[in-house]
């Protein structure tokens, strides 16, 4: 049982920076992976980001390689998404994830990850 808030969404211009918290509650969240998606309306849930549970092992989409980076604080339950050169391209909702099964994989699709937050709006004006 695991609860996950997304925090730290907002408003900012083209270029600028975006920190996103994701916290749990429940269950500490030392064993488990962590992921970041994205989501715009109309269009399908996408990976972004994840970071495994035991190697701190990091994978990134292609669209966010270079420019975002995931890291994760296990004593404070807490997993991060810092999000710099921020694009137009990059408004959506984005929420964070848990993978409890603690199988070493890259983890870019929805169905491998069991819980999820609410999520945390985006947006990146021209």
């Known amino acids: 049982q695991v609860q996950l808030v997304e925090s730290g969404g907002g408003l900012v211009q083209a270029g600028g920076s975006l920190r996103l918290s994701c916290a749990a509650s429940g269950r500490t969240l030392s064993a488990y992976a962590m992921g970041w998606f994205r989501q715009a309306p109309g269009k399908e849930r996408e990976f972004v980001a994840r970071?495994?549970?035991?190697?701190?092992?990091?994978y990134y989409a292609d669209s966010v390689k270079g420019r975002f980076t995931i890291s994760r604080d296990n004593a404070k339950n807490t997993v991060y998404l810092q999000m710099n050169s921020l694009k137009p391209e990059d408004t959506a909702v984005y929420y964070c994830a848990a993978d409890s099964t603690r199988i070493k994989r890259v983890g870019v699709s929805v169905g491998e990850y069991e819980y999820w937050g609410q999520g945390t709006q985006v947006t990146v004006s021209s």
């Open positions: 970071i495994s549970w035991n190697s701190g092992s990091t």
